[in-house]
């Protein structure tokens, strides 16, 4: 994530004769995709603590917040994608654990500093008005995709 925040922001296009980021053409957001869970790890083998805590695989991505500010730095902003496709969670939509999992992974949304969050159809967490509820309640404008 930080190569491609340093690959947006560096000026290696010409346009009229200027040396030109992509950042500088208006693309403004790196998206942190599919891939930090830990996969496995939580019960039932998902990747959330029976609280909803997600679960990030400290491997790939040692310090989510750390990684945010580095992009934020450089005047770019980090987006999140939240539902997932690697690990395939089996919990019933927005059932109980599902609630709690949303709770928990606005939490971390909110916490690392993303800006956005892209919730869609590879897990549980698909209903927006939960999201919108949950990043209203934090008070932190996020910008929510489905």
């Not at 403004?28 to 939580?42: E, M, Y």
């Not at 059932?95 to 919730?119: E, M, S």
Request: charged share 20%; aromatic share 6%.
């Amino acid at each position: 994530m930080q190569n491609v925040t340093d690959v947006m922001v560096a000026r290696t296009l010409t346009v009229d004769g200027k040396p030109t980021s992509l950042l500088d053409l208006g693309y403004t957001t790196v998206g942190l995709d599919d891939n930090w869970q830990d996969c496995g790890q939580g019960p039932n083998n998902t990747f959330h603590a029976a609280d909803g805590t997600p679960l990030v695989n400290k491997d790939r991505f040692p310090d989510l917040k750390a990684m945010v500010s580095y992009a934020t730095a450089k005047g770019v902003q980090s987006g999140f994608y939240t539902n997932n496709c690697i690990c395939k969670e089996k919990i019933p939509n927005m059932g109980p654990q599902a609630a709690r999992d949303l709770q928990g992974d606005a939490k971390l949304a909110i916490d690392a500093g993303f800006t956005a969050v892209k919730a869609d159809g590879c897990g549980p967490e698909h209903a927006l008005d939960a999201w919108t509820d949950a990043f209203n309640k934090s008070g932190v404008a996020i910008e929510l995709e489905k």
